[in-house]
């Protein structure tokens, strides 16, 4: 009996000896995970409060969308350079024209001749956008964007002009091989409303395919069909007249997207 009680103190010893370094161990590893998982909480916390520091710096490359339009100046001409003015009141060339006056002749008068001074207007040629567009008498409006691959076909205009004063015209060809043309000049009538009709050209080939119907080729605003187009409108005071392809309702949008003192000179 005392050797079985003995036996059983010994075996009570020996399980809290081994469970004693066991729970130790346990307490010691749960102890290290705490450890562990606060240092990541404090590392992620100071990542974090860095990054957002750098927030106003934000240094990141975004991919920039490749643009699919240019400024007019970022445009090339399409061939040769074409642009070509005319000053219509040039300073006059004076020239002398002998004229006969023959007065009532008296007994052994001879004729005499007078010299008077005529003026001729002689055109000239100007080359010089700087030398013209002082002179026009009105605002020149221009896209401030156009496709790209988009070209400068030519410019002209003039000035001084006893009817018109002065004028302006200018002419891009478009990457779908379509063109579209300005011309512009002072505004001279109070009607400003925009419209827009078919080209002759629209207006011809329509009846020889057989889709367009006898009457004018005046189309509706928003429901025109996507040809060549003449348009015409004002911006403050400055006549407007273009030819484009397009729906009434895009050419009225591209009308309107019309700005001045465009820089249009390809670079």
């Not at 221009?142 to 988009?150: D, E, G, M, V």
């Not at 309702?249 to 019309?258: H, M, N, T």
Request: aromatic letters at 8%; one cysteine or more; charged letters at 10%.
């Amino acid at each position: 009996m005392s050797v079985s009680r003995s036996f059983l103190l010994a075996m009570q010893a020996g399980n809290l000896s081994w469970k004693r370094p066991v729970w130790w161990c346990c307490m010691l590893k749960r102890q290290r995970w705490l450890y562990l998982f606060a240092y990541l909480l404090i590392s992620s916390v100071l990542l974090i409060s860095c990054s957002w520091l750098n927030f106003s710096g934000d240094t990141r490359v975004t991919p920039t969308p490749t643009p699919s339009e240019a400024t007019l100046a970022k445009l090339h001409w399409c061939g040769k350079p074409l642009m070509i003015f005319r000053d219509e009141g040039a300073p006059a060339m004076i020239t002398a024209v002998a004229t006969v006056v023959t007065a009532t002749p008296s007994i052994g008068a001879t004729p005499t001749a007078l010299v008077t001074a005529t003026t001729a207007s002689t055109p000239t040629t100007i080359t010089d956008w700087t030398q013209v567009e002082p002179y026009l008498g009105f605002t020149v409006y221009l896209p401030p964007t156009l496709p790209l691959a988009s070209c400068l076909t030519s410019v002209s205009g003039t000035i001084h002009d006893p009817i018109l004063g002065g004028s302006f015209t200018i002419g891009y060809l478009l990457p779908d091989h379509s063109s579209v043309s300005l011309s512009e000049a002072p505004l001279r009538s109070q009607n400003t409303t925009f419209q827009c009709i078919l080209s002759p050209t629209a207006t011809s080939t329509s009846s020889r395919s057989g889709s367009t119907k006898e009457g004018s080729p005046t189309t509706t605003p928003g429901k025109g069909e996507a040809s060549l187009q003449v348009c015409t409108g004002a911006h403050d005071m400055t006549r407007i007249v273009f030819s484009a392809r397009g729906t009434t309702q895009a050419l009225e949008r591209f009308f309107a997207s019309l700005q001045p003192d465009v820089k249009w000179i390809p670079s």
